[in-house]
């Protein structure tokens, strides 16, 4: 529809934005000034517990400082009743009592719309009829049925509950002495048959759910079968109404629920939904027989920030929601993301609630995982991971898992948790004293420090060697603070290597927590105050603030450079460091020339490392350090160690 010149404007003159969003939002008395136009109240598209959501009468504009959700009054009414732009501005038209323009109305839009009100009012009486039927002599079955389920009579009301009778002609009947049997095919009420003939009803024999859009137009229906039909649940086929990929059962009445609740349920089916409803759990919705799709994500996501799903605890629910872990990693956004509440075994809400009341669901929805905790789960226990090739392929399912989420931040914390749990999963228990090593071909890694873990400090049994003394001052958290601090003072510029920042070791677990925030600074607008507070946080290491590598590089090509150099000299160092403390504990314990040879390696390494190295004094550097360990292996002090302590075999 093409709209004349003014029309919004005029529009707009008759209503205010803050009559139109306090229908769905309560203002906030304290923060709220209406008479200079300015209104607060709790975001009607997040779920909040302060006001964040901001209308500005003078202006005509909305703004949620939690969300980000913004626009004006047609926005406002188009995103939370989830209506297209012309739809929208109907709405507003009536409540303001603007006609709509029908000289400037599109002859094949006109139309549509009058083709939908048409099939609109056949739905309505196939709601009335079937809720006739239900209450006659003919719906014995079907009320028997209700009362078996433990249906009130308010619930059946509230619903709509009806009974479709087991006859071809109960609605075919009535549609064609009113000439509407086009519309009621079209709306999916009968069935034409394909060869020609008589249309007939599509639902027999069942009980009947009206399926409601946001709007509280019925646009479908759902049957249970109470005669043994193959099809346990049939739903309205797809028509210019229903589009179930689209549409959520209980959509409407849930919305307002979830605001008062801070959440939604999704279940699976409509009788989990009534029961859930009956039992006070209002905020419960379904999709309708088909697995939980992309756009009903986004209806779920307007109506609450971190929904739950309730599955059925069996292999079957499990499946259900690994799909919906991987259709929703890609979708999400800060503070936006999936819990999942897992029913035990063999129950479903419904069976639930009957065995153990309201209270059993309220301490299964209490104790729902998050998203993270189901990605965690499905991966690390999809197979054993008693080996490396299996701990790698581990790895390999982990960083896919992360490249599907689209959003850096949210990319970023999951990284930061995954790697902690990774390393809480692999690490492994000291080995008690005295302990047999493990012999040729037998395991390492799980049992023995330095292996198959992220690199330790040094052991007792190195204290005193000139690798542990060269630590003395905690050389590592030196270095750790100063490369970021040189990325902090320095976000453009350190930006591109985002990824070498995330991956690199650290030994200082008070940095783990900054290199995740730093990291989610680096590739976010406006993070100016996070990035201060880093390097107000990481200035307080005085050797850190001196050190060269902390000190900004007006050449960013140079400062990159600089940047990814310092990275892998520090990691290289500390996984010399590992190596060398390894080797140390294996010439304690006699492990011969293969000890001695891995020494050498190492204190060769360090040195070249050394020598590259960006350190504070470079007059200082650490020569003396590796040239002690390397006097220490050609002078063959472990060997008289041994012939101090007893005899040997040479």
């Not at 991966?379 to 790895?395: F, G």
């Not at 049994?461 to 905690?474: E, F, H, I, N, Y």
């Not at 750790?480 to 320095?490: G, H, R, S, T, Y």
């Not at 650290?506 to 990291?519: A, G, K, N, Q, V």
């Amino acid at each position: 529809m093409a709209l004349p010149p003014g029309f919004l404007d005029d529009l707009r003159s008759r209503l205010t934005l803050s009559e139109v969003a306090g229908r769905k939002v309560i203002w906030d008395q304290r923060k709220s000034q209406p008479g200079k136009g300015d209104f607060w109240a709790p975001c009607p598209f997040h779920q909040e517990k302060t006001p964040s959501f901001h209308v500005d009468d003078r202006k005509g504009f909305y703004y949620c400082f939690g969300c980000h959700a913004k626009g004006d009054m047609i926005t406002f009414v188009k995103d939370i009743e989830n209506v297209s732009f012309i739809e929208a501005v109907e709405i507003l038209a009536r409540e303001a009592g603007v006609e709509m323009p029908a000289q400037t109305r599109d002859p094949k839009a006109a139309e549509k719309r009058d083709r939908q009100t048409r099939l609109l009012e056949v739905m309505e009486q196939a709601v009335q009829a079937y809720g006739l039927a239900f209450r006659a002599a003919q719906g014995q079955t079907a009320r028997d049925y209700a009362a078996k389920r433990g249906l009130s009579a308010e619930t059946l009301k509230r619903f709509e509950i009806g009974y479709a009778p087991d006859s071809r002609n109960f609605l075919a009947q009535g549609f064609r002495e009113k000439g509407q049997v086009e519309e009621a095919v079209a709306a999916g009420l009968l069935i034409q048959p394909e060869g020609g003939g008589t249309p007939y009803d599509r639902f027999r024999g069942r009980l009947m759910f009206p399926i409601r859009d946001a709007r509280g137009r019925c646009i479908a229906f759902g049957g249970r079968t109470l005669v043994g039909h193959d099809a346990k649940y049939l739903n309205s086929p797809e028509t210019d109404l229903f589009h179930k990929s689209r549409v959520l059962y209980h959509h409407g009445p849930a919305s307002d629920a979830a605001r008062n609740a801070g959440t939604v349920i999704v279940a699976e089916g409509y009788m989990d939904v009534v029961a859930l409803a009956q039992a006070g759990f209002a905020h419960a919705v379904a999709p309708l027989g088909t697995a939980v799709t992309e756009e009903q994500l986004a209806l779920l996501w307007r109506m609450a920030a971190e929904p739950v799903l309730a599955l059925d605890g069996d292999k079957a629910g499990l499946r259900a929601a690994d799909r919906v872990v991987d259709l929703a990693l890609p979708l999400l956004q800060p503070g936006r993301s999936l819990r999942f509440c897992l029913m035990p075994e063999g129950q479903d809400p419904d069976d639930l609630i009957k065995a153990g009341g309201p209270e059993a669901m309220v301490e299964r929805l209490s104790a729902a995982l998050p998203l993270i905790d189901m990605l965690w789960r499905r991966e690390a226990e999809a197979e054993p991971l008693d080996t490396p090739e299996r701990r790698a392929a581990l790895d390999q399912r982990l960083k896919a898992a992360l490249g599907k989420i689209a959003d850096p931040g949210v990319r970023n914390h999951y990284a930061a948790e995954l790697r902690q749990r990774r390393a809480a999963l692999f690490r492994a228990p000291e080995a008690p004293r005295g302990a047999p090593r493990p012999g040729p071909g037998q395991a390492v890694g799980r049992g023995w420090p330095g292996r198959g873990r992220a690199p330790m400090g040094p052991v007792a049994t190195t204290k005193s060697s000139p690798l542990a003394k060269s630590g003395q001052g905690d050389p590592a958290r030196i270095r750790e603070a100063a490369i970021l601090l040189l990325a902090a003072a320095n976000p453009d510029h350190a930006a591109p290597l985002e990824t070498r920042l995330e991956e690199m070791p650290l030994l200082t677990p008070d940095y783990l927590p900054l290199r995740d925030r730093l990291l989610t600074a680096l590739i976010e607008p406006g993070q100016e105050e996070a990035l201060r507070e880093i390097t107000a946080t990481l200035a307080r290491v005085p050797q850190a603030r001196a050190h060269p590598m902390a000190r900004p590089v007006a050449d960013g090509a140079k400062l990159r450079d600089v940047l990814a150099d310092a990275i892998d000299r520090h990691t290289a160092r500390i996984g010399f460091e590992t190596e060398f403390a390894e080797a140390g504990r294996d010439l304690s314990e006699d492990a011969g020339e293969d000890a001695t040879w891995r020494m050498r390696q190492a204190g060769q390494q360090m040195q070249m490392v050394d020598q590259r190295a960006l350190e504070a004094d470079p007059a200082v550097s650490a020569k003396t350090e590796t040239s002690g360990i390397q006097d220490m292996l050609d002078k063959e002090v472990y060997r008289k160690k041994k012939t101090r302590t007893g005899p040997t075999n040479q």
